[in-house]
């Protein structure tokens, strides 16, 4: 007997597995040591073609074959440069001898041919087999390199032929004698085949729809034949969200029997379980969400905030990965979700580090877009700041965009810097904000274009979007950004909406040609409130015009923020006193509030978070006596800092010696507090 419900799943899939003879006859004799030559097996093929079904029945049978293996899907891992190398840390762990490694959605992954190819298997163990998997075959530096060419077999999944079609039916306990008809209607297509048994399975026809769009047509029909109305609330809920694990469908839907909605949800088709929680297929995903939004728009924005809630309550927790949970809350914005998707095409682009022999290319596109000089710059910068620049490839080689992120102040403050308008006028731009603290940097979006485009629209762009997103989502000690634009008036309404605003200070020139700069204060609205603000106005709240999402944020340096926790402390009883308290705005203080909250609620907060700190002081001993003066002055105060000493039986200069020790440390505490915010 199956022990729990995920292992009833598991071998109800692989009792429903049928096809792909051929690539399961190959990879088992690899397995086996008979293929000998082959040491990357590259999957590809369209959407719903089965290649995470494959990939997942490969890993089953290398097991119960006694070989271990990892399965790896680009959509868990978080926009980091060493996500895949963490990731794969436990295949290091195994004894020595054969495992298999395989890699899903690798058009998920950032620079996946280059980082695989360059960096991550030339470091394997020989006897590791590795399997990869995505919507594109391997690029073309793959099939021509000498020595890659030698050990890569690639293999295209097509649709199943009649006969499969008739042992999916039949798996399915299905009338194998309705396959002709079933695939007349879904060609053998994987992910149609498995709707149309859901809607078999749930008493419906297979006769064809009106739609000439198959997948949709059998989506509409298979949403009519679900369960209860609490089972599609299950499925329109996971249509919002990126990743759905079980607390998360249950603060979605209101419902009692989450855990069983989730156990239903696990077992669909076009659901996908991965490591950290369910997925649905991109195309029913988008279908289901597109059908909601046009049904309903007001369900969509209750759901939106509902998981936009949950997602900031799990963040403020420190529950997980932040990077995944910031993902995760990007992707209840449209319109960043699908800049984070890569374009399409036979051999997709792609972000890379600059390369050997990439300096050339850029600098001519800088040149024919803005000129020799900015040419000039462009050419300093590559060679002495190579690591700031990510690179746009078609067909895994060409130039086809790039972005050059600098970092201010530089890092390396040794380092050659050329005479830059536009470092300058970011400098001058700066200094009009509030100043740069301990750990914390601007950067500066130096160069950002399209070969072809330059900075209009494009799929390009689309890219260069998803990776400013990424910075400004995971970059930490990231203070301000700021986004230079030739052409500001066709960026305007897109940078407002964005909640960045034009800094007329940071405005420069490199010859006739002018540039604006739109930045954006990451310390008075940090990245969760920023998304959380983004997915309002999309979903109807507040439109491009809003202010910005925290109206009373303060950005203070060191000597105004202890000067605030010491007044607060003064104030600590007296709520109209706090009410004027700069830390209010703090983002110490928004962490704990949320970025919206009133103002009497933020004063509560600010009570409670100076209490806290306060309460630090007694986890040492040594630290007791300066708790209690604290305690005595301000948390439940004497009429005077006199009659407390006497209450402590302490002369006056040693009470007031030991107060200030202990606001200095409430002031570390706190100020440590702000800045890791």
């Known amino acids: 007997m199956v022990g729990t419900v995920g ?24 397995l086996a040591d008979a293929e000998p030559d082959v040491a990357v097996l590259a999957v590809h093929g369209p959407a719903g073609i089965g290649k995470s079904t494959l990939l997942r029945h490969l890993a089953d049978r290398a097991v119960a074959a006694g070989v271990p293996a990892l399965v790896v899907d680009g959509r868990d891992l978080p926009p980091l440069p060493d996500a895949l190398t963490t990731a794969l840390a436990p295949l290091h762990e195994l004894p020595p001898g054969p495992a298999l490694l395989l890699l899903d959605t690798l058009e998920a992954i950032p620079d996946a041919d280059a980082l695989l190819g360059d960096h991550v298997l030339p470091a ?10 995505g919507q594109h075959p391997p690029a073309t530096r793959w099939r021509t390199d000498p020595g890659w060419s030698e050990v890569l077999r690639v293999v295209r999944l097509d649709a199943f032929t009649a006969a499969e079609c008739r042992d999916f039916l039949a798996a399915r306990r299905l009338d194998p004698a309705a396959a002709p008809e079933v695939y007349a209607i879904t060609h053998g297509h994987p992910l149609a085949l498995a709707l149309l048994a859901e809607v078999l399975r749930a008493g419906g026809s297979a006769a064809p729809g009106p739609s000439p769009d198959v997948v949709r047509d059998l989506l509409d029909r298979l949403l009519v034949a679900v369960p209860t109305p609490a089972h599609r609330a299950a499925l329109e809920a996971a249509a919002q969200v990126r990743v759905l694990d079980e607390p998360l469908l249950g603060a979605l839907v209101d419902a009692e029997d989450a855990a069983d909605l989730f156990a239903w949800l696990r077992g669909l088709p076009f659901v996908e379980a991965t490591r950290t929680g369910l997925t649905l297929h991109d195309l029913v995903r988008d279908a289901v969400a597109a059908d909601l939004r046009w049904r309903d728009p007001a369900r969509v924005r209750a759901l939106r905030e509902r998981a936009r809630v949950a997602l900031l309550a799990r963040l403020d927790a420190g529950d997980g990965d932040p990077a995944q949970a910031l993902l995760d809350l990007m992707a209840l914005h449209d319109d960043l979700r699908q800049a984070m998707r890569l374009p399409g095409g036979e051999e997709p682009s792609t972000l890379t580090p600059l390369r050997d022999g990439d300096a050339e290319a850029v600098v001519a596109v800088v040149g024919r877009h803005e000129g020799d000089r900015s040419a000039e710059i462009a050419r300093h910068l590559l060679a002495d700041r190579p690591h700031a620049w990510v690179v746009v490839r078609e067909a895994g080689e060409r130039v086809a965009g790039f972005l050059c992120a600098l970092r201010l102040p530089d890092q390396d403050p040794t380092a050659a810097t050329p005479d830059d308008p536009a470092v300058v006028a970011a400098e001058r731009g700066l200094a009009a904000l509030p100043p740069l603290r301990e750990g914390e940097h601007a950067v500066l979006f130096r160069f950002w274009m399209s070969a072809e485009s330059y900075q209009s629209a494009s799929p390009a762009q689309a890219l260069l979007a998803a990776q400013l997103a990424r910075t400004f989502l995971t970059a930490p000690g990231l203070a301000v950004s700021l986004l230079p634009c030739a052409d500001p008036d066709e960026w305007a309404d897109f940078l407002r909406y964005a909640d960045h605003r034009r800094l007329p200070e940071a405005g420069f020139a490199v010859g006739e040609r002018p540039y604006a700069v739109y930045a954006h204060d990451w310390r008075a609205v ?36 202890a000067a605030a926790v010491k007044d607060g402390l003064r104030g600590l009883t007296r709520p109209a006193r706090l009410a004027t308290n700069p830390l209010l705005g703090s983002r110490v203080v928004a962490e704990a509030s949320g970025p919206d909250a009133p103002r009497a609620e933020r004063v509560a907060v600010l009570q409670r978070v100076l209490r806290e700190a306060a309460a630090t002081l007694r986890q040492s001993p040594a630290d007791e006596r300066l708790y209690r003066v604290l305690h005595r002055a301000y948390l439940a105060p004497a009429p005077t800092l006199e009659r407390a000493a006497e209450a402590l039986d302490l002369p006056s200069s040693t009470f007031r010696r030991y107060l200030a020790a202990a606001v200095a440390r409430v002031v570390e505490a706190l100020w440590e507090r702000e800045l890791r915010a």
Not at 531 to 556: C, I, N
């Open 526 to 561: 940090p990245p969760a409130a920023w998304l959380g603000a983004l997915a309002r106005r999309e979903l109807g709240g507040p439109g491009p015009a809003a202010e910005p999402a925290t109206s009373e944020a303060a950005v203070l340096g060191r000597e105004d923020f």
């Open 124 to 133: 394997l163990p020989a006897e590791v087999r590795v399997v990869v998997a």
């Open 7 to 30: 292992e009833r799943v598991a071998a109800a899939r692989r009792r429903a597995f049928v096809g792909r003879a051929a690539e399961l006859a190959f990879v088992d004799a690899w």
